[in-house]
């Protein structure tokens, strides 16, 4: 069937390494991928977004890669805080729908001081 | 400063009980959608809306009921049909389909 999902449940890093968190996709149809955060108690907070138009996007020490051949999506942390510490989910929007949009069931990141 | 604000953080009810959980946004969004969170599960989509006065079924909307009689209000009733509701409601809202969803910081609703 048609999902998002991840394949690393738990991710532990130092303060300071780079961290990636991946997520697969199966709908060739998706247009739109965004990855949040979110931390314990709290609703997630929006951190960066791409379109199926592009390979790659960067924020302030976040980098998404789109992978469309092989449906994978990637955020990287550069310099990982223990601020980053929260769970990261992926999401799809099939864009042809205001309601289509996925998420996936999220990674912990723990980043170690 | 604009946002969701959902209300309240906590709640608890009795089984067999009907309750509404609030939530309203100051962003001047047009859709709003409301999301159910389980522990180690995604977020699934309950109901969402596109404009006031109409809303459509997400995948698990069964016993639960919506509004939309203003852009800024879409409360959600969990009805006592809803056969597991204890669990973390978020509330959501973006200005298209191309655009992000922004969240409020949701209401953990407890059902004894």
């Known amino acids: 069937g048609e999902s998002v999902g991840l394949h690393l449940p738990t991710l532990s890093v130092q303060e300071g390494d780079n961290s990636i968190i991946n997520c697969a996709y199966s709908?060739?149809?998706?247009?739109?991928f965004i990855w949040y955060k979110q931390e314990s108690g709290k609703g997630p907070q929006f951190i960066i977004d791409?379109?199926?138009?592009?390979d790659k996007r960067q924020g302030q020490r976040v980098t998404v890669l789109l992978n469309k051949t092989v449906k994978h999506l990637s955020l990287q942390i550069a310099a990982t805080q223990p601020g980053d510490s929260a769970v990261y989910f992926c999401a799809e929007n099939r864009g042809t729908s205001y309601g289509k949009l996925t998420f996936g069931q999220g990674t912990i990141l723990t980043v170690h001081p | 400063d604009g946002g969701i604000t959902q209300s309240p953080k906590y709640l608890f009810r009795k089984e067999g009980q009907n309750v509404t959980l609030s939530c309203e946004q100051n962003?001047?969004?047009?859709?709003m959608y409301w999301y159910r969170q389980d522990p180690g599960q995604g977020l699934r989509l309950i109901y969402y809306?596109?404009?006031?006065?109409?809303?459509q079924k997400g995948d698990i909307a069964e016993g639960y009921s919506v509004s939309r009689e203003k852009k800024e209000s879409f409360p959600l009733t969990v009805t006592s049909a809803q056969k597991n509701p204890t669990a973390f409601y978020l509330c959501?809202?973006?200005?298209?389909?191309?655009?992000?969803?922004?969240f409020g910081n949701g209401t953990r609703l407890t059902v004894t």
């Open positions: 809306s596109q404009i006031v006065n109409d809303f």
């Open positions: 709908n060739s149809a998706s247009d739109y």
């Open positions: 791409i379109r199926s138009n592009m």
């Open positions: 959501a809202s973006r200005t298209d389909k191309g655009s992000p969803l922004h």
């Open positions: 962003l001047n969004h047009d859709a």
